[in-house]
């Protein structure tokens, strides 16, 4: 595990956190520099209305819009070429992530050619569906994005919050990540978002009503009426730190190679950030030791998760049908059919198994909460 630094203003009300918020010292703060904006023109909230006054507010050649995955990628090459100190990505957790793993093969590719290239601050726009990771960084919604901007560019939102992130065994990055209930509508919805497309109702099946129906004909039938679940067996593949009444640690880790939990589930996910989107804090002891992810295995009956819902989406709600642990390193295995998989809200597909590992890496976001208003653990 590695040390975490909080000092200054944002000064959290714990000693660690995955999450850490610095002030921009001049050892700390990036350089001074121009900010880009990368607006995914296919997001829900990205309408020509806010890209047109986007146009109207940011200079050109600092005014990015995508369409297609190449286009992203030729923003990335000219972000990195061009030496911005700051990104701001509009578009939710999923175009955070992809902006990302662009700007991080850019600069690899960048660097093996001996050129320099530094990944910018990273400012998240409130502009997805569910926007978890806005929603940790204070980011404002509507046409308040344009305030932040403002601020930001101009020094105005001068904390930094430096998270890590959990990593597939196919090396992708997201805040969190799961298996189980949650992803099977998902890739449920994506499966019958794709099938209407060529017929005249496929718009139907475009934002929330096509979520809606993923719910009402897929997740109800298969999990409230049938009852089904999903059998895993959860091995830790280096010391894992189960979470007792209290939230109080255990003293002795799980050593590698322990199976945490085997049985059927709801769900199982894992994350580095307090929430799912929509502020569900699925993850309420994201913060509780650095360099950890934090890893709920809900074997809820589904109405039981109904009955105390309230106390479940503030991440109050405990039991011991809910396992908790704090690691870096586990491995999911399915132990009657293939799991669905969800990286960060997007589908994944099926899987017999996956893994999941804290990244090695770290990555600077922009704060734009005013550090006087800083809540502990957010």
């Known amino acids: 595990m590695t040390d975490s630094t909080v000092t200054g203003e944002a000064k959290q009300s714990s000693d660690t956190s995955n999450a850490e918020i610095s002030p921009g010292t001049d050892a700390q703060a990036p350089k001074r520099g121009r900010a880009a904006v990368l607006l995914n023109a296919n997001a829900k909230r990205v309408t020509p209305k806010l890209m047109a006054k986007a146009a109207a507010l940011v200079p050109e050649d600092e005014l990015f819009c995508t369409h297609t995955f190449e286009e992203a990628r030729q923003a990335a090459e000219r972000i990195i070429a061009q030496g911005f100190s700051m990104v701001f990505t509009g578009g939710g957790d999923g175009t955070f992530m992809g902006t990302l793993h662009e700007m991080m093969k850019v600069i690899r590719e960048r660097r093996q050619a001996g050129l320099p290239a530094e990944l910018p601050r990273i400012g998240i726009l409130k502009l997805g569906t569910g926007n978890a990771l806005a929603a940790l960084c204070g980011a404002s919604g509507g046409s308040g994005v344009f305030q932040d901007i403002r601020r930001a560019g101009s020094g105005g939102c ?33 499966e019958k978002k794709k099938a209407a497309a060529e017929h005249f109702y496929g718009p139907l099946f475009e934002g929330a009503f096509g979520y809606f129906s993923a719910v009402v004909f897929k997740a109800v039938p298969k999990y409230l009426f049938r009852g089904h679940t ?25 050593p590698a190679g322990t199976t945490l939990f085997r049985g ?10 307090p929430f799912y989107g929509y502020k569900f804090k699925m993850f309420p002891l994201w913060n509780k030791a650095p360099g950890l992810m934090h890893l709920r295995i809900v074997a809820l009956a589904p109405g039981t998760v109904v009955l105390n819902l309230p106390g479940v989406w503030k991440g109050t709600y405990r039991s011991p049908l809910v396992p908790e642990f704090l690691c870096t ?39 734009f909460t005013p550090p006087d208003r800083q809540l502990p653990g957010v």
């Open 158 to 190: 001068p904390l930094t919050r430096t998270i890590r992130l959990v990593e597939t065994d196919d090396g992708i990055l997201a805040p969190f990540v799961g298996v189980g209930l949650d992803a099977g509508i998902l890739n449920f919805y994506v």
């Open 230 to 254: 999903t059998d895993i067996e959860v091995i830790a593949r280096a010391p894992a730190w189960r979470c007792g009444p209290g939230d109080v640690l255990e003293t002795e880790p799980a």
């Open 264 to 273: 059927p589930v709801l769900l199982a996910s894992a994350g580095t950030t």
């Open 329 to 367: 390193d586990v491995e999911i295995r399915s132990l009657n059919e293939k799991v669905p998989f969800q990286i960060g809200g997007d589908a994944g597909g099926y899987r017999e198994s996956v893994r999941w590992k804290i990244s090695d890496s770290t990555f600077d976001l922009v704060d």
